[in-house]
């Protein structure tokens, strides 16, 4: 093959006598040398969220609150009592909506649904006493949001409000904690002796919670919380088997896995809880 392209040199090309004519698929190719993949971007809790307007119903002053961005926020996992669990953000910091000036607060879904009654009572016994907050950061701390549920629950019960309203809001001040505590750095001093006391809040407000859902189940009617009876019935046993109340958990997921209303993905989650409940007993 080199002979055949000699006459190549009168036009400079002689080098190219050594190429070879066909190539030996079985020769293990040459890859081309990829450009360095770009380092993932790293997501700040701040880009996730946005100033939103209200209005209070209590003072009629307009202020702002930090909400998560919709579709933003991306879920790992779901706790076995229901609580979302996300990446880049605990989500639960942001669903109290308070108003700075008054004091007056509510999870978004309860939020300025007041009859006159309320409002003079919030007027008398929440914004009377309130020393005005301000909540300047680019993002809530878990101690500014922490102070934000307890103003929920203050306002809740000020306000008479029914006993799934203040159940949910034990339940989310419980989710709100257990994220705290996951996000804990282990290195800092007095790690294990907060997290115990972090822990043992969490199971407190669980069992409030658990309290306020049977006291619902039995005066409200459906959806009770944004709940139907099925998924009520199966979050009350979850919080019954945190909680250790075996003979509540065994009832409810007695119900459970004799309902013929309970989809299989219910009965599989409540079998786990069966499961659970076992072992715990046999670790007695």
């Known amino acids: 093959m080199a002979d055949f392209l000699s ?11 050594s190429e070879e004519l066909y190539e030996d698929p079985k020769k293990k190719k040459v890859e081309v040398e990829k450009p360095a993949a770009k380092a993932p971007v790293k997501i700040v809790e701040k880009d996730l969220l946005y100033d939103k307007k209200y209005t209070c119903p209590i003072c009629d002053k307009e202020f702002v609150a930090k909400t998560v961005r919709t579709g933003k926020v991306r879920m790992k996992g779901v706790d076995l009592d229901l609580r979302p669990d996300y990446d880049e953000i605990d989500q639960i910091k942001y669903d109290v909506i308070a108003c700075p000036e008054c004091g007056y607060a509510a999870l978004a ?5 007041l009859t006159k009654f309320q409002i003079d009572e919030i007027k008398s016994k929440i914004c ?25 629950l203050a306002t809740a019960m000020v306000k008479k409000s029914k006993n799934s309203e203040k159940a949910y809001l034990c339940l989310k001040t419980a989710w709100l904690i257990r994220g705290e505590v996951q996000r804990m750095d282990p290195d800092e001093p007095n790690y294990e002796k907060q997290k115990a006391e ?23 009617e459906f959806p009770i919380a944004g709940m139907d009876s099925n998924t009520l019935d199966y979050l009350m046993a979850a919080l019954a088997t945190e909680t250790d109340d075996f003979d509540v958990a ?14 299989e993905r219910i009965k599989d989650k409540t079998r786990a809880l069966k499961e659970m409940i076992a072992e715990k007993k046999a670790g007695q």
């Open 7 to 17: 006459g190549l040199k009168k036009f400079g090309l002689g080098n190219l006598k």
């Open 109 to 113: 879904r309860y939020y300025g649904k």
């Open 128 to 152: 009377a006493n309130y020393r005005k907050q301000d909540y300047l950061g680019e993002v809530y701390s878990y101690e500014e949001a922490q102070i934000r549920y307890e103003l929920a």
């Open 198 to 220: 972090k822990e043992a809040q969490e199971k407190e407000l669980l069992k409030n919670a658990l309290e306020g859902f049977i006291m619902a189940r039995q005066s409200e």
């Open 250 to 263: 065994n009832k409810m997921i007695s119900e459970l896995l004799t309902s013929r209303a309970a989809n």
